[in-house]
């Protein structure tokens, strides 16, 4: 049984530049949330993937996107970068939505300069 | 979602036990009490869930009295590598979306 898989692992981007990250969820898990992480402050969630279908959305604004496709493997995508958007993005696969049994992956850390 | 207090900060020596109490005095009735794990540059791991009375699995205890607007997360005989944030998060865990994690207690752990 494989965990969560997410890529890269870390990336430095521009400020103003668009940005994809990418994670691969635990097999048969079918949900996908996304977090972001900011130093020293706990994860905050920024939205839920189920079947596809975006089910859940934190306080982050539409430049924060995202994709499920049919192998549950997940995107997000952030456009127009901030620095503030500096931080560690975690994935999260379970097997359904509203179960507590997250699997996190080990993060892609973004550093925007 | 109920709020939760944990302390920020624990220090405690290798194989000393360790209790980590969480406040949540607005939990609800659907509500389930959860512990997180992580450590550096990774995700968070899940530890132990619960919703009453005592729950242990094979790293962990979790107390919840009556009331269940407190619980305590016991980790017996802690080592080096038991150093990290541990949160405890609130939530119906039949329907939460969401995971929402507040700042943690740093666990450091020292020989």
């Known amino acids: 049984e494989t965990g969560v898989t997410q890529s890269p692992t870390h990336l430095i981007k521009t400020r103003g530049q668009q940005v994809t990250l990418r994670c691969s969820s635990q097999s048969g898990h079918n949900t996908v949330s996304w977090y972001q992480q900011a130093l020293g402050q706990g994860p905050q969630f920024i939205f839920q993937y189920y079947r596809e279908e975006e089910n859940g959305r934190g306080n982050f604004p539409p430049r924060f996107s995202g994709l499920q496709f049919p192998n549950y493997s997940s995107e997000l995508n952030v456009n127009a970068l901030e620095l503030d958007d500096s931080a560690l993005y975690l994935c999260a696969s379970s097997l359904s939505q509203g179960s507590y049994g997250y699997t996190f992956g080990s993060g892609t850390r973004l550093t925007v300069v | 979602l109920a709020k939760t207090t944990q302390p920020i900060s624990m220090d405690s020596y290798e194989g000393q036990e360790v209790n980590i109490t969480c406040s949540h005095n607005?939990?609800?009735?659907?509500?389930?009490i959860t512990w997180y794990q992580q450590f550096p540059s990774q995700g968070p791991r899940f530890i132990i869930q619960?919703?009453?009375t005592k729950v242990t699995n094979e790293v962990a205890s979790l107390f919840i009295p009556a009331d269940r607007k407190s619980s305590t997360l016991s980790l017996p005989r802690v080592s080096l590598s038991d150093t990290a944030v541990y949160y405890c998060?609130?939530?119906?865990?039949?329907?939460?979306?969401?995971?929402?994690f507040g700042s943690g207690t740093q666990l450091t752990v020292l020989p």
């Open positions: 998060l609130v939530g119906d865990a039949g329907s939460a979306r969401q995971l929402t």
């Open positions: 619960g919703y009453k």
């Open positions: 607005n939990i609800a009735t659907n509500d389930y």
